[in-house]
């Protein structure tokens, strides 16, 4: 996973701590550019691009394609919204704001929380995969994983945020190394595929045509979240009414194209089994098309950007929930801030506890599962946030809108129902639709009681009362 806040400095913690920190300004629009790249370009959506061509080639294409429309429509939406509320840039905000207090903590789980649980597990396990296959036996499982975990734990709590000080130079590495690989691929420009290879990718329109396509999109959604990841930053860009909007907008067609790219040069050179069934499909196709040599390379890339990905989520979704326990919406203790650094230290160990449960009950089949968890539960969020516009625009029509959604209510009501009938057909096989909403479902069912019980005993507020 990579879909995560690349700086958690930017989401609003509560005065003590926010007073503590120096301000940021002047974000300009290549590093916000870089920003919302840097959220997809991670192992989970290099390998979810990989498995989805193997599992449907021409057919994944076009989901695909489905899912970068439905990924413009939360553009417009989150835009809108971000800059009607520039002084939290929340998802809490702005639900609390429209719906009331128990969507806004739902919505914040199932975008944030769950995501971060199941996706950053997914990540961690890839990690013991590339380890394994580099260095077969050398290392015990789930040792290094858990390593990072702890490390960047305590690196947060300590306020060392090294990571996101250079997540630009680690996001343009990314795309380069994949620009590189498929430009490469798809032009032939390195190694000629391997003797007797016969590419197998389905290139037919049958999967197309008979609509079976669709249970791509989810898969293929994951590559496209988390853009909305610069609005907590809007207090430290350049031009936020500008900028914000277009970097969302130009960030997800640079990832399209590049994914596009990425996936044609694979049919190449990888087959369907080795695309469906290899662990590191991403490191068979740098191997495939340039040699061993460069193994070595792509793993430490991937490394570093699992790393990256641990961190900022540890920075960025424990101050949302602390922002959360200051409205009264999450417990207590997530606000309690560390004496001397002013982090919220029992927000980050509650945040890593969770993400580190999946990690250690489940095995590397469960990857592609856990992605589509999480992109599953990321689909209620972006439900919740096209609602919240619906909301305010007909309960506060005269309210300030510095962006207002281009051809409202389309792009909402294509986002409503798209996301919602993805989330119905969430992905290739029933048994593996079966498993994702056990998972799912499972974690929002317990979310929703606990968020239900604590806003009328805790909050006494009654559910959908909204704040405006």
């Not at 853009?227 to 399209?256: D, H, K, Q, W, Y």
């Not at 005269?398 to 969430?426: C, E, K, T």
Request: positive net charge; hydrophobic residues 55%.
């Amino acid at each position: 996973m990579n879909k995560s806040s690349p700086n958690g400095a930017g989401l609003a913690l509560p005065a003590s701590a926010d007073a503590a920190r120096p301000a940021r300004k002047g974000i300009g629009f290549a590093t916000m550019i870089a920003i919302c790249i840097g959220v997809v370009v991670v192992q989970g959506a290099m390998m979810s691009a990989l498995q989805g061509m193997g599992l449907g080639g021409l057919s994944f294409l076009a989901a695909f394609a489905v899912a970068f429309v439905l990924a413009q429509c939360y553009v417009q939406s989150f835009s809108e919204l971000a800059l009607m509320f520039p002084q939290a840039g929340t998802l809490a905000t702005y639900t609390q704001k429209a719906l009331g207090h128990f969507p806004a903590i739902v919505a914040v789980f199932a975008g944030y929380v769950i995501v971060a649980m199941f996706g950053l597990s997914a990540e961690l396990l890839l990690v013991d995969a590339i380890l394994d296959k580099l260095f077969p036996g050398v290392f015990p499982a789930t040792l290094v994983p858990l390593g990072i975990l702890v490390v960047l734990t305590l690196l947060n709590i300590l306020g060392t945020d090294v990571f996101a000080r250079v997540q630009n130079f680690f996001t343009f590495a990314m795309v380069a190394a994949l620009l590189l690989v498929g430009v490469s691929a798809v032009g032939g420009l390195a190694e000629p595929p391997a003797a007797g290879f016969v590419a197998d990718v389905d290139w037919s329109w049958a999967g197309v045509l008979d609509g079976s396509f669709f249970g791509l999109v989810t898969l293929a959604m994951w590559l496209l979240v988390g853009a909305e990841f610069i609005c907590p930053l809007i207090g430290e860009v350049r031009r936020p009414e500008r900028n914000i909007p277009r970097s969302m907008m130009l960030s997800l067609t640079i990832t399209f194209s590049l994914f596009v790219v990425f996936c044609i040069g694979a049919s190449r050179y990888l087959s369907v089994q080795t695309l469906t069934t290899s662990p590191l499909p991403y490191l068979d196709y740098v191997f495939a098309v340039f040699g061993k040599g460069a193994v070595i390379i792509a793993t430490v890339m991937a490394l570093t950007a699992t790393c990256s990905t641990v961190n900022t989520v540890l920075a960025a979704v424990p101050r949302m929930l602390c922002g959360m326990a200051e409205n009264g919406q999450a417990f207590p203790q997530m606000k309690v801030l560390h004496k001397r650094f002013g982090t919220p230290w029992m927000a980050i160990v509650f945040v890593a506890i969770i993400i580190a449960l999946p990690f250690l009950l489940m095995g590397p089949d469960s990857i592609i599962t856990l992605l589509i968890a999480a992109s599953t539960s990321w689909l209620l969020a972006y439900i919740i946030a096209h609602l919240d516009v619906i909301v305010l625009r007909r309960r506060h029509p005269q309210m300030p809108r510095p962006y207002r959604s281009a051809f409202y209510p389309l792009p909402q009501l294509v986002g409503i129902l798209g996301m919602g009938y993805i989330a119905l057909n969430n992905s290739p096989s029933a048994e593996m639709t079966q498993t994702v909403y056990l998972y799912t479902g499972a974690v929002l069912l317990v979310v929703g009681l606990i968020a239900a019980l604590w806003v009328k005993l805790v909050m006494k507020r009654k559910l959908f009362e909204p704040d405006i």
